[in-house]
């Protein structure tokens, strides 16, 4: 059974910085595109990092760009979000997502989540 | 930015009814627009992908339809597990936007 689970959230103060991880299991990681996807407290879903398979291309939502920096790992099935200058407002729970080969960008696979909390 | 519009925000639904869910783009992304199923405290569930096709294991029931900047997610007829919020998200150009969500609950 495909699984990905998320590590690395926690409370941090504004200003400072966190790396969530990614652990991907029962799929060939090293072939799939992944993507971030967030979720702050009662609200909707915003996408935030997008990484190809081999990670030469990636893309960033403008909310995130500059403060975040996705990655991934190959050899060790891990997939990576290292955030700096956390503000407020990137307080959400934070999902790693997997898109399909056969559909461009929807998210077939999702962690279940971990929660950051930025806050004083 | 592609905005993706959703309506209504929610809806009282009872079990059998037909439902019906509308996803507006702010311009044309073609058919790459998917939908997804949230339960409270859970990761979304994917359900429909490329606009119509239902992802594997997702019931007939299911079925989404639309191109262009206008489509819909139909449940033929609701059961108890499908209150739920759903969510239509844009996969044409980054950033992939998502829709503020349509709340299905019980009447």
């Known amino acids: 059974e495909v699984l990905l689970v998320e590590s690395g959230g926690g409370l941090v103060q504004p200003g400072g910085s966190l790396r969530l991880s990614c652990a991907a299991s029962a799929f060939s990681f090293s072939v799939y595109e992944m993507n971030w996807v967030r979720q702050a407290p009662g609200k909707g879903l915003e996408w935030i990092s997008y990484?190809?398979?081999?990670?030469?291309?990636?893309y960033y939502a403008n909310s995130v760009k500059g403060r975040f920096t996705i990655s991934r790992d190959n050899a060790k099935n891990s997939l990576y979000l290292q955030m700096n200058s956390l503000r407020a407002e990137d307080t959400a729970v934070y999902y790693c997502a997997r898109a399909p080969g056969y559909s461009r960008n929807s998210f077939d696979f999702w962690g279940q989540g971990t929660l950051v909390t930025v806050s004083s | 930015d592609i905005q993706m519009t959703q309506s209504p925000s929610s809806l009282s639904a009872s079990v059998g009814d037909r439902v019906t869910i509308t996803c507006r783009a702010s311009?044309?992304?073609?058919?790459?627009l998917n939908w997804y199923q949230q339960k409270p405290g859970k990761a979304p569930k994917l359900l429909i992908y490329g606009a119509s096709s239902l992802q594997s294991e997702v019931p007939s029931r299911f079925s989404g339809s639309g191109s262009g900047t206008d489509f819909t997610l139909t449940i033929s007829s609701m059961q108890p597990e499908d209150f739920a919020t759903y969510y239509c998200q844009q996969s044409y150009t980054t950033p992939y936007t998502f829709g503020q969500g349509t709340k299905l609950e019980i009447k």
């Open positions: 990484i190809s398979s081999s990670g030469i291309t990636i």
């Open positions: 311009q044309s992304i073609s058919n790459y």
